[in-house]
């Protein structure tokens, strides 16, 4: 159930940052001269590389498909086609934080490796 309970508030919180960007979604960012919306997708290419498990992340703007047929354009709930969340792994979450793409090797958020039960078990033993 604590499980069940944080993902919920993850889901929620991560819906509610997704909506404010989308109301800016297409300011361009200075100096990079890009669209919020074209960071985040962006942001969201780079988890799936990292990832590595396909897309399972997505932008604020759908992009126009048999399933929109022209009629959404905001993204604001990251999800399958659906409306399903898409799920992540352990592994896929450590290779995404760590920014190595690699659950074994630290970086990113957490340089020397995070500190839970699952995230110490892939460590190299010192």
């Known amino acids: 159930m604590l499980v069940a309970g944080l993902l919920d508030v993850e ?14 979604a297409h300011k361009k960012v200075k100096p990079y001269g890009i ?11 780079l988890r799936n590389k990292l990832g590595n498990a396909g897309v399972k992340d997505e932008g604020l703007v759908v992009v126009e498909s048999e399933g929109a047929k022209g009629l959404i354009t905001g993204n604001l709930l990251t999800s399958d086609k659906y409306s399903v969340a898409f799920d992540k792994t352990p592994d896929e979450i450590l290779r995404i934080v760590y920014g190595s793409g690699d ?4 970086g990113g958020f957490y ?5 839970g039960h699952i995230a110490k078990s892939h460590l190299p033993k010192a």
């Open 111 to 115: 340089p020397k490796g995070a500190d």
């Open 11 to 24: 889901s929620g919180q991560d819906t509610v940052i997704r909506a404010l960007l989308y109301e800016h």
């Open 103 to 106: 659950e074994h090797k630290p």
């Open 35 to 45: 669209t919020i919306a074209e960071f985040k997708n962006r942001f969201s290419q």
